[in-house]
């Protein structure tokens, strides 16, 4: 359940993969991009441990995603722009020529790439931990800070603050009638009166975070302090330097 | 809500009257209850954007315009925020706070660098104005560049140049239609909440608010 990305400090997990993204977005080699997919699919599952079900969509669920780009920004290539124009597949008066199919698989492998970066820190960090980790290190007003946190409190209030609205339209036959249109203008109905309970909380919890003296000093103790420690600059480090490794590697 | 007797507890500097005393020269621009309702807000549309980004990272694979029809929701929170608080780095706290909680989506804590840079984007074109001018021109004007913006970052992404001519026209109008439509939908959803009142004594009343009247165009 605990892979060893899930212990490193969020900030290493967000500004270590920033440049190896940069570097899938830029490159059009279709090795490397490959490599990099494969990498990172296998750090995520020995880093972040998903459960199986995780797992076997990640692994099932990558060559699916990049078959479909290839085979759909195949088609939507123009066929003018490709030089190899043999045809692979024909659905009818549509086409898919090689070329196209090397753009699509091109793309895929870069979305995939993407992805799979971002879901490094997207499995292993949650919000608070973010939070935490940008008001100690990243000097991020707590004040600020400290509202993320308060305000994620707010989800499941909303939860019940909807099934209120919902009844209190219901009781008063606010659009009615059936069919997804109807549903539509009752979904639409229930934004103002959440928001406007939601804002309305906000102003009740800030009096109450004023009246236990939030905010009346600069600084705040941490009930949960987020270290950064040698590990998470052997992370970072491993990331960055993985842009000029891998490459290198593909290329013998 | 917000009754007289209150505010002197949460915002020093925010009422008219308080302008007066010299302890309200400098007003704290960052009051608990500006923090918190920028964070109801953000909560609200961050939730949103949970569903919408696991959608667009399916459609990612198959189609590109799906995506661009999406990213409206990103800027409907610091639309509202902004439309509704009237204050500087309203929608850029309400943005991030929205994109907190979509860390748990495929973009992980991407998403709250993106919705950073949406919320830069969206304070930009007020900044410029030195945050005076808070007519809905100007926030058709900020989206409609954010979009043209966004568009010369995610064509190359998508392979865009060398697809056909119908599907670049598809998406560079989708994309548009998305983002300038999430401006209308929060000025509207910004001008029924200030209706409610939820935010009296909050947002400045000075001010010709584009929440409280469309047709207003001058002070």
Do not use: C, H, K, N
């Given at each position: 359940m605990t892979g060893f990305l899930r212990g490193v400090n969020p900030l290493a997990k967000m500004f270590?993969?920033?440049p190896v993204m940069a570097a899938v977005f830029l490159t059009e080699d279709l090795r490397v991009l490959a490599a990099f997919t494969l990498g990172t699919l296998v750090l995520l599952l020995v880093g972040a441990l998903p459960g199986w079900r995780t797992s076997l969509a990640l692994v099932l669920g990558v060559p699916v995603g990049v078959a479909v780009v290839a085979v759909?920004?195949?088609?939507?290539?123009?066929?003018?722009?490709?030089?190899?124009?043999?045809?692979?597949?024909?659905?009818?008066?549509?086409?898919l020529t090689r070329g196209g199919?090397?753009?699509?698989?091109?793309?895929?492998?870069?979305?995939?790439?993407?992805?799979l970066l971002a879901m490094v820190s997207g499995l292993t960090t949650t919000g608070p931990e973010f939070v935490r980790a940008s008001v100690q290190h990243l000097r991020v007003p707590y004040r600020v800070g400290y509202a993320a946190l308060a305000s994620m409190r707010f989800v499941p209030r909303f939860g019940r603050e909807l099934e209120v609205i919902r009844s209190a339209h219901r009781v008063r036959g606010?659009?009615?009638?059936?069919?997804?249109v109807a549903g539509a203008r009752r979904a639409g109905g229930y934004a103002v009166p959440l928001l406007a309970s939601g804002i309305r909380h906000a102003e009740r919890v800030s009096l109450s975070m004023e009246s236990r003296a939030f905010g009346a000093a600069p600084t705040r103790t941490e009930r949960h302090p987020v270290p950064l420690r040698v590990r998470d600059g052997v992370v970072l480090l491993a990331f960055w330097s993985a842009c000029w490794?891998?490459?290198a590697l593909v290329h013998g | 809500m917000s009754t007289p007797e209150t505010t002197p507890t949460t915002a020093p500097g925010t009422t008219p009257d308080a302008a007066a005393t010299p302890a309200a020269r400098r007003p704290r621009p960052l009051t608990t209850r500006y923090l918190m309702t920028c964070g109801a807000i953000g909560a609200a549309t961050g939730v949103l954007l949970i569903p919408v980004n696991l959608v667009a990272f399916g459609a990612l694979a198959a189609a590109p315009?799906?995506?661009?029809?999406?990213?409206?929701?990103?800027?409907?929170?610091?639309?509202?925020?902004?439309?509704?608080?009237?204050?500087?780095?309203?929608?850029?706290?309400?943005?991030?706070i929205s994109g907190i909680f979509a860390i748990p989506t495929p973009a992980g804590l991407t998403a709250v660098l993106t919705m950073a840079m949406v919320g830069v984007a969206l304070e930009l074109g007020f900044?410029?104005?030195?945050?005076?001018v808070w007519s809905p021109w100007l926030f058709y004007v900020s989206t409609a560049v954010i979009?043209?913006?966004?568009?010369?970052?995610?064509?190359?992404?998508?392979?865009m140049g060398s697809a056909s001519t119908l599907a670049q026209v598809m998406f560079v109008l989708t994309l548009f239609v998305s983002m300038v439509g999430a401006a209308w939908l929060g000025l509207l959803l910004a001008r029924r909440l200030a209706a409610t009142g939820v935010t009296r004594g909050l947002a400045p009343v000075r001010r010709p608010a584009a929440t409280t009247a469309t047709t207003t165009t001058a002070p």
């Open positions: 270590g993969p920033l759909s920004f195949g088609l939507w290539v123009d066929p003018a722009a490709v030089a190899d124009t043999r045809t692979v597949l024909a659905f009818g008066p549509v086409e199919l090397a753009v699509g698989l091109v793309t895929g492998l870069r979305l995939a790439a993407l992805v606010v659009a009615g009638g059936r069919g997804p490794a891998v490459p | 315009t799906l995506v661009a029809a999406l990213v409206g929701f990103w800027l409907v929170g610091g639309v509202i925020a902004l439309a509704l608080l009237q204050r500087p780095g309203a929608a850029l706290i309400t943005s991030v900044a410029v104005t030195l945050y005076r979009a043209a913006v966004y568009l010369t970052m995610v064509f190359p992404a998508y392979e």
